[in-house]
C-alpha cells in the first residue's frame, strides 16, 4: 500500500476544503491553539512510519487520554469493573447529567466523561500514585519519557470543572464514586492535559492494532482478549453521539478528543492519527474526520 501517496493527496485535499469548524473555547488554554494546525501520522505494521504537517508538534489529548486510563484499569481488574460502568453507546453529549440520572449513577460506557471519572475513581482506588503511573504508562507505550502534561492546561481546565464536579457528586450520591471528589477530578483533569504529537499516538495505540503487543520488542503489555474489548467500545462509544457517524464514514475503532486529535486503528494493519483543533458540533475534529474517512475511502479498505 502506498500510505504516502495517499497522505500527501489527503493533504492535498484538505488544504482546499472549507472547515467550518471551531477551536474549544469551554477550556481557555485550548480557545489559544492555531486553528490552522494540522498533522495526520500513520503507523504501520509491516512498513512503518508515515506522515504529514504538523505531526510532531504536541498537544492536548484530552479525551483520548481515556483509552489509556480504560487500558490500565482493565489491566487491574476484570469484568467487575464493567459493574460500574456500561459499555453502550450513549447518544447524548459527552458531559451529560440527564442520562446519568436516569441510570442510577452508572455511566454507559468508559468514553463519556462520567464513565471516564469511574475509571479514574478505579485508579486512584488500586493505584499508589495513579498520576505518574498513568504517566509511565504512555512512556511505556511509546518508548518516549518526555511526554508530560501541559500545566497551563491543566490549570486552565481544573479552574473549569464545574460540570464534570456535578457529574461526581451525582455518582457519589449513588454510591458510584468510592474517593474524594476532588482527588478523582484532579486526576481525571491531569490525564486529559497531557500532550503528545500525533506520531507519539500513532505509537502509543499500535497495542490497539496489534493485539496488545508493543511492535518495537513484542512485549505483551495487556491480553489481546482485553483489547478486542477496548477496541469495540472504541468503535461504538469512541466519538460519543457521533459514533454511528464515524462508523458510517470510517469504519475503524478510534477516540477523538476536544483538543482536536482523533486516533484510530485497524487491527493488524495499522494505527493513524490526525490533528486540527478546529471542531464541528458535536466536539470532533472537523478536519479530522474527513481525513480518516479518506483514508479508508482511497486505501478501499475498512474494518467491515
Given amino acids: 500500500m502506498e500510505y504516502q501517496q495517499i497522505l500527501d493527496t489527503i493533504k492535498a485535499e484538505s488544504l482546499i476544503r472549507s472547515n467550518t469548524g471551531k477551536v474549544a473555547s469551554y477550556i481557555p488554554q485550548l480557545a489559544k491553539i492555531d486553528p490552522e ?20 508538534e504536541r498537544f492536548s489529548i484530552q479525551s483520548i487520554s481515556k483509552v489509556f486510563s480504560l487500558t490500565l484499569a482493565m489491566s487491574l481488574l476484570d469484568n467487575e469493573l464493567f459493574e460500574r460502568v456500561d459499555v453502550e453507546p450513549s447518544g447524548d453529549p459527552f458531559n451529560s447529567l440527564i442520562q446519568l440520572e436516569y441510570e442510577n449513577g452508572i455511566p454507559r460506557n468508559p468514553f463519556i466523561n462520567a464513565g471516564a471519572l469511574v475509571i479514574a475513581d478505579v485508579l486512584v482506588s488500586s493505584l499508589k500514585n495513579p498520576k505518574q503511573e498513568l504517566l509511565d504508562f504512555t512512556h511505556k507505550i511509546t518508548g ?29 450520591s449513588f454510591g458510584n464514586i468510592k474517593n474524594d471528589i476532588e482527588t478523582v477530578l484532579d486526576l481525571y483533569v491531569y490525564q486529559c492535559s497531557i500532550e503528545m504529537s500525533c506520531k ?82 458535536k466536539g470532533n475534529s472537523e478536519l479530522g474526520m474527513y481525513a480518516l474517512e479518506r483514508l479508508t475511502t482511497l486505501t478501499g479498505f475498512s474494518i467491515f
Avoid at 511526554?147 to 457519589?172: C, Q
Fill in 144 to 172: 518516549d519519557t518526555t511526554i508530560d502534561i501541559n500545566p497551563n492546561v491543566f490549570d486552565s481546565e481544573k479552574k473549569h470543572s464545574y460540570r464534570n464536579a456535578s457529574l461526581l457528586n451525582l455518582m457519589k
Fill in 37 to 56: 494546525k494540522f498533522g495526520m501520522h500513520l503507523y504501520c505494521i509491516n512498513s512503518g512510519h508515515y506522515g504529514f504537517g504538523d505531526e510532531n
Fill in 200 to 281: 507519539e499516538l500513532a505509537t502509543a495505540f499500535m497495542i490497539y492494532a496489534n493485539s496488545g503487543k508493543q511492535l518495537t520488542d513484542d512485549t505483551q503489555i495487556i491480553s489481546a482478549r482485553k483489547i478486542k474489548r477496548i477496541n469495540a467500545i472504541m468503535q461504538t462509544c469512541g466519538f460519543y453521539d457521533e459514533a454511528g457517524e464515524f462508523s458510517f464514514r470510517v469504519g475503524l475503532p478510534g477516540k477523538s478528543g476536544v483538543g482536536g486529535g482523533i486516533a484510530a486503528i485497524h487491527p493488524g494493519q495499522y494505527a493513524v492519527t490526525a490533528w486540527s483543533p478546529k471542531l464541528n458540533p
